[in-house]
């Protein structure tokens, strides 16, 4: 398994932009797909973004769709998570993970970080 540290959350106003990272350690970064999820006060986990090993693929949940882009740089260990026009309801603790299928299920991820709080004022 990679062991995952996010950062770069943080109190934003509507409209606005953050960027979230996620270093990982270990030496097989570069075999795990990555993905990006939140979890907002009395919700469920949720699916934000994936991409795979190499970064040719990338998927979105439809609600940022448009406004969030994920990308990874294996030369670095680091996946990045650019979030633009962000809303209210963005509002969350985003954590990063990694898994050996690229996939929008939460069973399939099996290392996770600690999370990052996120937070958009309207």
């Known amino acids: 398994q990679v062991q995952l540290v996010e950062s770069g959350g943080g109190l934003v106003q509507a409209g606005g932009s953050l960027r979230l990272f996620c270093a990982a350690s270990?030496?097989?970064?570069?075999?795990?797909?990555m993905g990006w999820f939140r979890q907002a006060p009395g919700k469920e986990r949720e699916f934000v973004a994936a991409?795979?090993?190499?970064?040719?693929?990338?998927y979105y949940a439809d609600s940022v769709k448009g406004r969030f882009t994920i990308s990874r740089d294996n030369a670095k260990n680091t996946v990045y998570l650019q979030m633009n026009s962000l809303k209210p309801e963005d509002t969350a603790v985003y954590y990063c993970?990694?898994?050996?299928?690229?996939?929008?299920?939460?069973?399939?991820?099996?290392?996770w970080g600690q999370g990052t709080q996120v937070t958009v004022s309207s």
């Open positions: 270990g030496r097989t970064f570069s075999s795990y797909a």
């Open positions: 993970a990694a898994s050996r299928l690229f996939s929008v299920n939460l069973d399939a991820w099996g290392s």
């Open positions: 991409i795979s090993w190499s970064g040719a693929f990338t």
